[in-house]
């Protein structure tokens, strides 16, 4: 995961509240065997409509999302997260998460800020005002600007840490790597390894065929 | 106080202690992966540039997806194609070991471990599907992991985990003749409902285990998920051992000795608590099957169709309700009368080569009912070529049922094999979800001598139903 420490792209006033993860990506793109590439999934039924923000030209790049309460919410999928960082949101910012969300968020690199609803306001009408307007999010110091305004926002203590220092959970993992080669070490030699293989004389295998 | 077998295994594997809070690291001794859950994992990693820490614990196989048909031919399913080119790619890019359709070691995941011997006890096992705690028959600690965790013991061979309850189930006493070790696990879901076993690893006790062979065990390990369990284990003992002795992964020599001196210590301590205790008389036990739409919703075949009025507990009553109007059952009909459409003897539940016989000793020299559609699907290639060095294939054939390659098949019907729209099936699978194995499909769970007693009479029958059935069985 990239460190994160500050941010500045396009801001992207998402006047909505409870948008659930069905509205971030729906069932359908679950299917999928890929990682990345959820980037035309994202919203996918409001993109259909001329109106919806991220089809008005100023705001097709945005990469800070500002919501409204209850972002997040119903179905843990992980490609709620998986989507909007593929199409190139970095920040999410919101008076309120749900939790799974959010959690999934922090390992997948994607900042979850928590400003006040007033705040939220503010940023929205200046959004608004100038569509394609820049906003910068420091980590570091847990503020948001956008033009004159400087507000700060909330997130969790250790959730920082882990984005400021690039580590997901696999990467805090590896800072134990030498435990687990030390852990390695004392594994008895009969434990089965699957390498080379070993296994019983090869045989043919008739292909059954459908019954008429 | 002494410690239960699943502390003991907890603590062999700990890498390191977790502090304030923050969970524990575990090691990974056995990672096996299929095609449906790991492509978003190996994709994780190549986008993190990183390797498979072990490739050397790790195996690959294709199941899911696979057609029980025309193995030799491109599988016509494009998304299934896809999917099982998908795993082919990523063993071979990071180097894993995998037993693709043909190979006389392919199979479903939990039949293949096993059978390699790279199943033991004393181990951690982990797989990106539920019922990997089939594997705890072996007395190793077993359980299904998410996308995410597969990336995570790619990449580490270790999950950072909090310790999970135990819960001992003890079932003394003698089964009775015609009653199996899928009977056992499908009176303990209905005892302990589906969600009785959250957060614990269930260790299943007394003398009607340890008389169990190491397929009956699996079997019951198998299902522990169904009483939402995360893991369920049979401590080793000289059956296990002897099932383990000489297949191609087992240690030999001296490594030998020195495993079974190790093994024989992995027991749960006179003195040691369990969270939990359930307790269950074999003797009481006779062929269960299932009549609504969880694995929860079972009964004595013996008995008919519940009446959702007589369930005391409101949701119970509407869960009974619905399950019934979507099974298209009336209250009061005896199970013994319900006509069925479809047996379905396989799935890692019950695709074992003991499964066959059994179902094989009762279908031989007779000829299905009219109504019946017979699919025997072998869980492994190998249990396949077994069963027909000693004829059984035969036997099916000439019973007029259909013989097919191994894979996970009509268990949950990702590939061709599925039930229609209120199709009817007798299936010795472990979900009777709806819809599991076939839109619209009705699945009761059964033992594989129950499914063949169906096949035969054409109604949910039991060994005893049918004339002349082996005395073995009766
Ligand atoms: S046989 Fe069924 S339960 Fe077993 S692994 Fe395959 S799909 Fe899952």
């Known amino acids: 995961m990239e460190k994160f420490t500050t941010h500045t792209g396009v801001g992207v006033p998402l006047r909505r509240s409870n948008v659930d993860t069905d509205q971030i990506i729906p069932a359908v793109y679950l299917k999928r065997i890929t990682r990345t590439g959820f980037e035309d999934a994202l919203f996918a039924a409001w993109r259909g409509d001329d109106s919806f923000v991220l089809n008005q030209p100023e705001y097709t790049h945005g990469s800070v999302l500002v919501a409204g309460p209850d972002f997040g919410t119903g179905s843990s999928r992980e490609h709620a997260v998986w989507a909007l960082k593929d199409y190139g949101f970095k920040v999410v910012l919101a008076p309120r998460f749900a939790d799974i969300f959010r959690g999934n968020s922090g390992k997948q690199g994607l900042v979850t800020g928590v400003l006040s609803q007033e705040n939220i306001e503010l940023l929205w009408k200046l959004l608004e005002a100038e569509p394609g307007k820049e906003i910068t999010v420091s980590l570091e110091d847990r503020t948001v600007t956008c033009g004159e305004l400087t507000v700060p926002f909330e997130i969790d203590d250790y959730v920082r840490w882990r984005l400021m220092e690039g580590l997901d959970d696999i990467g805090l993992t590896l800072q134990d790597e030498d435990a687990i080669t030390e852990f390695e070490a004392t594994r008895a030699n009969w434990r089965p390894k699957t390498l080379p293989a070993k296994t019983l ?10 019954v008429q | 106080m002494g410690t239960t077998l699943a502390e003991k295994l907890w603590a062999n594997h700990l890498v390191k202690k977790g502090e304030g809070g923050a969970p524990d690291l575990i090691y990974i001794d056995l990672h096996m992966c299929h095609e449906v859950t790991s492509p978003q994992a190996f994709e994780g990693l190549r986008l993190a540039g990183r390797q498979v820490r072990r490739p050397d614990l790790t195996i690959a196989t294709e199941d899911h997806n696979t057609p029980t048909l025309d193995i030799d031919l491109p599988i016509a399913d494009a998304t299934s194609r896809k999917q099982v080119d998908k795993l082919r790619e990523n063993a071979k890019e990071f180097g894993i070991r995998i037993h693709s359709l043909g190979d006389a070691d392919q199979g479903i995941v939990h039949v293949v471990g096993p059978q390699l011997g790279l199943t033991m006890p004393g181990m951690t096992v982990v797989c990106g599907d539920s019922h990997t705690s089939t594997h705890g028959a072996f007395g190793a600690l077993a359980f299904g992991i998410g996308t995410s965790e597969v990336e995570h013991v790619l990449a580490t061979q270790t999950l ?47 003398d009607a285990i340890r008389s169990l062979s190491m397929e009956g065990r699996m079997t019951i390990c198998n299902m522990s998920i169904e009483a939402g369990a995360r893991a369920g284990l049979i401590a080793p003992d000289e059956t296990t051992f002897e099932y383990v002795k000489g297949r191609p992964h087992a240690p030999e020599g001296e490594d030998w000795d020195e495993a079974v001196e190790f093994w024989r210590t992995l027991k749960t301590d006179d003195d040691a608590e369990f969270d939990t205790e359930v307790d269950l008389n074999a003797e009481d036990l006779e062929p269960f099957i299932t ?14 169709v519940p009446n959702p009025e007589d369930f005391a507990d409101e949701s119970d009553r509407i869960a009974a309700k619905n399950a019934l109007e979507y099974m298209g059952l009336t209250p009061g009909t005896p199970f013994r009368e319900i006509p069925v459409d479809t047996v379905f003897l ?14 094989a000793a009762i279908l031989q020299g007779r000829k299905k009912a009219e109504n019946i559609r017979l699919l025997v699907v072998p869980g492994s290639a190998r249990v396949r070529l077994q069963a027909e060095r000693e004829g059984l294939d035969k036997v099916f054939l000439d019973f007029g049922a259909e013989w097919r390659n191994a894979g996970c098949s009509m268990c949950l019907g990702m590939n061709p094999d599925q039930l229609k729209p209120q199709e009817r099936s007798a299936s010795t699978s472990n979900r009777n979800f709806e819809g599991r194995q076939g839109k619209g499909g009705r699945t009761h769970l059964v033992s594989p001598l129950v499914a063949a007693a169906t096949a035969v009479r054409g109604t949910l029958s ?6 002349d059935a082996p005395a073995a069985l009766v």
């Open chain 2, 346 to 359: 396989g799935s890692c539940t019950n695709g074992r080569i003991e499964d066959l016989r059994a179902a």
């Open chain 2, 160 to 206: 950072p985990l909090k310790p999970f309850k135990t819960m001992a189930i003890n079932v003394n006493g003698t089964l009775p003749k015609g009653t199996t070790a899928k009977d056992i696990i499908l009176a303990v879901i209905a005892k302990i409902g589906t969600g009785g076993g959250a957060g614990y690893v269930l260790e299943y006790r007394g």
């Open chain 2, 462 to 467: 039991s060994p005893d139903d049918l004339e």
């Open chain 2, 291 to 304: 009549w609504g739409t969880n694995p929860g919703q079972g009964l004595p075949l013996s008995a008919s």
């Open chain 1, 201 to 210: 004389p090869k045989e043919e295998i008739v292909a059954a065929r459908p």
